[in-house]
């Protein structure tokens, strides 16, 4: 009788908890990026397929980071080329590291070149940025 009592009460705690909030499902937090996460997909484009952000953006290298550490593009720069950000913990994994600006917040590298998204494109596929007589590039997997 005591078990049908607890189960009872259960019950009754459950019913009014879901009537105080509605029928409306709570939504779920945001994932959050975790140190070992790299957010980088492959996306298809016209030139194939390449390195994209987690929007579907594409991502560039420019030929002037070339000492495998630090971003030569500061300043305006960062106005035409977004660097990839990594959170501040964020871990190096495979061929993916991260790197410290000038101005101290940290960025991806895919095999020691830094990732931007170029601000020509404006859709997730779009490969405005491309740009190899000033030196940028698409950014994809090494074969």
């Known amino acids: ?12 705690l459950f019913a009014n908890e879901a009537f105080a909030h509605g029928s409306e499902a709570a939504a779920p937090p945001p994932p959050k990026q975790d140190a070992t996460t790299v957010p980088i997909t492959l996306g298809k484009t016209t030139k194939g397929m390449v390195f994209t952000n987690l929007k579907g953006m594409t991502l560039y290298y420019f030929d002037r980071d070339d000492s495998g550490n630090k971003s030569n593009c500061n300043d305006k720069c960062v ?12 871990q190096p994994f495979g061929d993916f590291t991260v790197i ?3 101005d101290g917040s940290r960025m991806w590298a895919y095999r020691y070149r830094p990732l931007y998204t170029s601000d020509d494109d404006k859709a997730p ?18 074969n």
């Open 1 to 12: 009788m005591f078990r049908l009592v607890i189960i009872a009460a259960a019950l009754l």
């Open 100 to 102: 410290v600006r000038n």
């Open 79 to 90: 106005e035409k080329w977004i660097p990839l950000p990594a959170v501040k913990d964020a």
């Open 125 to 142: 596929g779009d490969i405005n940025g491309s740009d190899p007589q000033n030196l940028w590039h698409i950014a994809r997997p090494a």
